[in-house]
């Protein structure tokens, strides 16, 4: 994670090192979907009406208490660098990373609040969701926080859960429109495009012996990615213009069954020497699933008519800005 670079949008800390006093934005925020602005806006309001400065921040826990807690994996809408330019222009200066382990776990809520709201954080304003819950065993809930903010002189607020198309905003709404594949809906609960990034690892070679040579990217584990498949896309590195793209995300099942999933980008009408950047990557739409030939001619075949048609689909789509 390169610090320096990320700085230079807003500034990522630990606890520690937070700027302080704070107004705190406080929860997960994964994908930073229209619920999670509300809560972020009150943050950010909250820090502008008092008499003191306060540090308009995102407070999270990495990793995902669940991951700690009971071993599940939680793919992320969104890593930590990758909120900074989302959260600076919502007006939040800072995003602060709380190490979850099982000390802090084991704190109460009275503990959590205290130690590292109060006495870490010198927290002035604290903003939550409605169905927020902290402390040991989330035992502690809204109307706690909000009795052991009024005894430190620490303003709570408490934001409704937000409805959507009749159904309640959430990130794992998120999650099921990239599973299967719908873009749009994704694009829509985010209010901005999906997309992920990785650095570019060298290949067997075996796209460009077929005349179609892709870049393999090494995307974080930790990184939600759609259903596999062969998609349109923009890919571009860092500080360039977006480029035509056509991906395929997930296995080989023609050239290799038993090779794990990957994702291959191959840049339209540009052969470019990518190993070792960073590609940003936006699938726009699935083209089709994957699917087996009887053979690598087969192959090549149809992936000129899936180049052909993202072109179609990107030539009337707006590149990203």
């Known amino acids: 994670m390169d610090l320096a670079r990320l700085r230079a949008l807003i500034a990522l ?9 704070t107004a705190l934005a406080l929860g997960s925020f994964d994908g930073v979907h229209a619920g999670h602005r509300r809560v972020i806006a009150a943050a950010v309001d909250a820090a502008a009406a008092t008499d003191r400065p306060l540090a308009p921040t995102v407070l999270s826990f990495w990793p995902h208490p669940r991951e700690v807690l009971s071993a599940e994996v939680r793919l992320r809408l969104d890593l ?18 709380v190490p979850f382990d099982l000390a802090l776990a084991a704190l109460s ?68 429109a990239l599973g299967v594949a719908d873009l749009t ?20 070679g075996l796209g460009r012996g077929l005349g179609w040579p892709t870049a393999n990217l090494q995307v974080d584990g930790r990184k939600c990615l759609p259903a596999e498949g062969v998609y349109a896309a923009w890919a571009w590195r860092e500080g360039e213009a977006p480029r035509a793209a056509v991906m395929n995300l997930g296995r080989q099942p023609t050239v290799d069954p038993e090779a794990p999933s990957a994702v291959e980008v191959h840049l ?14 936006q699938p726009l739409q699935r083209l089709r699933a994957q699917q087996v030939f009887g053979s690598l001619a087969e192959l090549s075949s149809q992936i000129g008519r899936d180049a052909a048609q993202a072109r179609e689909v990107l030539a009337v789509a707006q590149p990203p800005g």
């Open 13 to 21: 800390h630990s606890p520690q090192d937070a700027a302080t006093p």
């Open 109 to 176: 809520p009275e503990q959590f609040v205290r130690q590292v709201l109060l006495e870490q954080l010198q927290a002035g304003a604290v903003a939550i969701g409605e169905n927020f819950r902290f402390g040991h065993r989330r035992s502690g809930g809204a109307e706690d926080l909000q009795r052991l903010g009024a005894a430190a002189g620490m303003a709570v607020t408490v934001v409704p859960l937000l409805d959507e198309g009749g159904s309640r905003m959430s990130s794992s709404r998120i999650r099921h």
């Open 185 to 204: 809906l994704a694009q829509q609960l985010l209010q901005r495009p999906y997309r992920f990034q990785g650095e570019v690892v060298s290949g067997r």
């Open 268 to 281: 339209l009408d540009v052969d470019l020497e990518l190993v070792g950047q960073t590609l940003v990557v």
């Open 80 to 97: 930590p660098a990758e909120k900074l330019s989302v959260l600076g222009a919502l007006g939040i200066e800072q995003l602060v990373l």
